[in-house]
Each structure stands twice: as C-alpha cells, then as structure tokens.
C-alpha cells in the first residue's frame, strides 16, 4: 500500500488538470476526441473543416483538452498539429471499471446469501 | 443488466427473496457489512454518519465512512461516501463523494435490486490514479504472500 515517490508526484501533477471527465461533457470535445482517435494526428483547419465549428472554437476546444491531458498539440512547418493522449482515459477507464466490478462481487454475495437461507 | 458512462455505474440484480428481507439485508449495519466486507459500528440513519473497518482481504487497515442520506423503507436507501478514500494517512473530508442509491422493487421472481453509483465525474483523475495504482499493488503483494504460501507448504 505505499505509493512510491514518482507516483505521489505523477498524482500532484494531475491534480492541477481538470477532471478528464467534465473534459469530456461536452459535445464538440467529444466529437474532436473521436476524430483524433479515428484518424490520427490532424490540424486544426483539418478539424475544423466541415465541422461546423470556427477554427477559433476548435483552438479553444483543444486547449481544454490539453489541459485535462487529453491531446497534444505539436508545431509541423506551420500548422499545428494535434494528437490525442490516451494514457489517462485508460486510466479514468480503469478505475472505474474496478469498482464496477466491487459491485458485482458484493452484489453476488449479497444474492448468494440471501436465495440460500 | 449492466451499464457504466464516465460519471456513473448502473447494477441491475434479481434477487429471489421477499423485499422485506432484501431491504434487511441492506439497510441493517451488521448484514450490511457480511456482503459488503465491512465491520459497521453504527447503524445506518438518515443524516447520520455510520463508520466502520474495511474487511475486505487485503484492505483490513482501512476505514470506511458512510454519510447516510435517505431511508423510504423497503424502497429507497441512498448514502454518501469517498469511493477512492484508500489511503489511510489522507483526509478526504473536504473532497467530492458519490451517491450510491439502492432502489428496490418487488416482482414475481422476487426483489429486483437497481444500485447507482454516480458523482464519479466530479473525483479528480489524480484520486482515481493514485487509488488504481495502490489497489494494483494491494493485489501484487496477494499474489506474492500466495506464492510465498505455496511455497513454504510445499
């Protein structure tokens, strides 16, 4: 149960991002994220193209993203490039997926104790 | 019927006994704990705060804190706590909780049992991180103390 110095600074370091998840609850973020992970690194004005949405929005749309650690953006002649981030969505995923699974398991028990007597 | 989005978890169980035993069963602190895997020491009142031990194997050290909000018998039962309140020097106190609701129903084949888990949105990243990664390493150390076992016995 100890937590190891590096992951107590990789926990603070997240503290500061906001939470992927309110990330997320949001239409257009969501769509861009889908983008990003259907076809790869794209620019801005590749984004932005047929979307709807101003290339203005985009930009600010992604830099919520990056701040919650969601997508990098990186300079390519003179565009901007964006690429999505998947460790910390696993991460989120992950969590959550193991208290689901507390649920099942105590749920089990639960109906196992209850239908036997 | 299972389903999970990013801010809640959703448990759906048929359970084929009455509903008056099913809301007993986990609405009264003492059974409450036996499937839950945790010692009690308060019962559950609305607007009360019920604390216990953790009992589950691995996890004993820990504390659990249940802030009670509403008890409609044998229909509604919802409380408030940390879900990744998993380390024992950390005071959580001032941090977001989840809502676990358990709604029950009666039906032919007995008690349907719906559980919600929701306010997950609102827990930082770094919590939920750092408590994977704890929870990794509880069951790494299981794994050795089990190898560990077989091998002394063997």
Known sequence: MLATRSSRAEAAALDHTAPVFAALGDQTRLRLVARLGREGPLSISRLSDGSGVTRQAVTKHLGVLAGAGLARGSRQGREQVWTLEAAPLDQARRSLDRISQRWDEALGRLKKSLERG | ?154
Request: glycine content about 6%; proline content about 6%; cysteine-free.
């Open chain 2, 1 to 154: 019927m299972t389903e999970t989005s990013t801010d809640r978890i959703e448990k759906d169980i048929v359970i084929r006994a009455p509903r008056t035993r099913v809301w007993r069963a986990i609405t009264d602190f003492r059974e409450f704990g036996k499937w839950f895997q945790a010692e009690m020491r308060d019962p559950f009142v609305p607007g009360a705060l019920s604390k216990g031990k953790i009992t589950y194997p691995g996890y004993e050290h820990l504390t659990i804190e249940v802030q009670v909000e509403r008890m409609e018998p044998e229909h509604l039962f919802s409380w408030r706590w940390h879900p990744y309140a998993i380390d024992p020097e950390q005071d959580y106190s001032q941090e977001p909780t989840t809502l676990v609701v358990f709604e029950l129903e009666e039906i032919a084949e007995g008690t349907r049992i719906r559980v919600t888990e929701s306010g997950f949105d609102k827990i930082p990243l770094a919590r939920r991180a750092d408590a994977f990664r704890m929870n990794s390493n509880g069951w790494e150390q299981q794994l050795h103390n089990i190898a560990r076992y077989v091998g002394d016995a063997k």
